[in-house]
């Protein structure tokens, strides 16, 4: 069964500063889409980044960017010049195709980031 | 195009009581995923339907919960008898095209307080 897992259950960072959220997930899949979300208390879920795992460059949306590592099942989000609005929960997600040919989609535990002014 | 319409936002029952949710999907949509949030957690599939068949619905209490889509568009998910773990925001999401990649598209979710 796939997993995704958050080991930061919160974190916090200076405006404008730099800040690296951390996923990890476990599948034998080889074909895989991987996303970032955000979640602020409007309770919105908001797609940040995604990520095909067939594609070996790194996704980049502005100032969110990923490294993937494919051999490691490891997804990491980074968020530069940190605003004040980045403040919210961060979901890590992963989707695979089924056999029955539809996708499953599942979440990681989360991580809620504050920037602090 | 709409998004991902649910109701109502807020529900407040007492235990014991039956309730019932409310998701319309984006247009087009075949797949709808019902998820459960509980508070501080991320969102736990409860049942994914494809069309008007359930796909998957593993995790899905069946003693207390049911859910329908009967026409392959609309659907509702009902809880009865309540439970205060019950308590937390169910998240309604259809499955769509953007350019070339398939994603998962969110209604705002209803908040449950089961009290």
């Known amino acids: 069964a796939q997993t995704v897992t958050q080991s930061q259950p919160e974190m916090s960072v200076q405006e404008a500063e730099t800040v690296t959220l951390s996923c990890t997930y476990d599948?034998?899949?080889?074909?895989?889409?991987l996303f970032w979300y955000k979640q602020p208390p409007s309770r919105q879920m908001i797609l940040v980044i995604r990520?095909?795992?067939?594609?070996?460059q790194n996704a980049t949306e502005n100032r969110f960017s990923v490294n993937f590592q494919k051999a490691a099942k490891s997804f990491s989000l980074k968020i530069s010049d940190s605003q004040l609005g980045d403040t919210a929960m961060y979901f890590c997600?992963?989707?695979?195709?089924?056999?029955?040919?539809?996708?499953?989609?599942?979440f990681g535990t989360g991580t809620r980031l504050k920037v602090l002014a | 195009e709409a998004g991902v319409a649910q109701s109502p936002r807020y529900k407040i029952i007492e235990k014991r009581q039956s309730v019932a949710f409310w998701c319309n999907p984006i247009?087009?949509?075949?797949?709808l995923y019902w998820y459960q949030q509980i508070l501080g957690q991320g969102p736990k599939l409860l049942i994914q339907?494809?069309?008007?068949?359930?796909?998957?619905d593993s995790q899905l209490p069946k003693d207390r919960f049911s859910a329908e889509r009967l026409k392959g568009v609309d659907s509702t998910l009902k809880i009865q008898p309540a439970k205060l773990e019950d308590s937390a925001v169910y998240l309604c999401?259809?499955?769509?095209?953007?350019?070339?990649?398939?994603?998962?598209?969110f209604g705002q979710g209803t908040r449950l307080t089961v009290v």
């Open positions: 997600a992963f989707m695979k195709h089924r056999s029955s040919g539809t996708y499953k989609y599942i």
């Open positions: 339907f494809q069309n008007n068949g359930v796909v998957d």
């Open positions: 990520q095909e795992a067939y594609k070996q």
């Open positions: 247009s087009g949509h075949a797949t």
């Open positions: 599948t034998s899949e080889s074909n895989y889409y």
């Open positions: 999401a259809s499955l769509g095209l953007t350019g070339l990649v398939t994603e998962a598209f």
